[in-house]
C-alpha cells in the first residue's frame, strides 16, 4: 500500500512540474512592464482563471493531500531502522557467571604521576 501512494504521489509531482512548466507568466507581455493592462480590469492583466491555472490548483492540492497521507502513514507504520536494532543488541546485558565460580581480581591500577611532573624512566 505504501508503495503504491508513493508511486502515486511521484506522478502528482511530474504533472504539476509539467503543469507550472506549460504556463505562460505574468508579466509575459512588454505592456506589462509599464504598468498598462491591469489597472482597468477587475480580475488583473490575465483576465479570469483560464483552465491551465486551475488544473494547476487542483494538482497542487492532490500534491499535498497526498504528502499528508503519506505522512500519516508513514507515522503509523512503526520504525524499521537498521540503528534500533543495533541499539537492542547492545543493551542485552553481558550473562552472569555462575554463582559458585571463583573470582579473580583485576590487576592493580598503575598509579599516575601528580600533575605536572613527568614519569621516571629508567
Same mark, same amino acid.
Given at each position: 500500500m505504501f508503495v503504491a501512494l508513493s508511486v502515486l504521489h +511521484?506522478? =502528482?509531482a511530474v504533472v504539476l512540474v509539467l503543469v507550472v512548466l506549460?504556463?505562460?507568466?505574468k508579466g509575459a507581455d512588454i505592456g506589462a512592464a509599464f504598468g498598462g493592462g491591469?489597472?482597468?480590469?477587475?480580475?488583473g492583466g490575465r483576465?479570469?482563471?483560464?483552465?491551465?491555472?486551475?488544473?494547476?490548483?487542483a494538482t497542487a492540492i492532490l500534491f499535498m493531500v497526498s504528502s499528508l497521507? +503519506?505522512? =500519516?502513514?508513514?507515522g503509523h507504520r512503526g520504525s524499521s531502522s537498521v540503528i534500533t536494532e543495533e541499539r537492542a543488541k547492545q543493551a542485552v546485558p553481558a550473562p552472569a557467571p555462575p554463582?559458585?565460580?571463583?573470582?579473580?581480581?583485576?590487576p592493580p591500577a598503575e598509579k599516575a604521576p601528580p600533575q605536572g611532573q613527568m614519569p621516571h624512566t629508567k
Open positions: +511521484l506522478l =502528482i506549460l504556463q505562460s507568466g491591469s489597472s482597468q480590469t477587475v480580475f483576465g479570469a482563471a483560464t483552465f491551465m491555472s486551475k488544473l494547476t490548483t497521507i +503519506l505522512a =500519516i502513514y508513514a554463582a559458585n565460580a571463583p573470582v579473580t581480581p583485576a
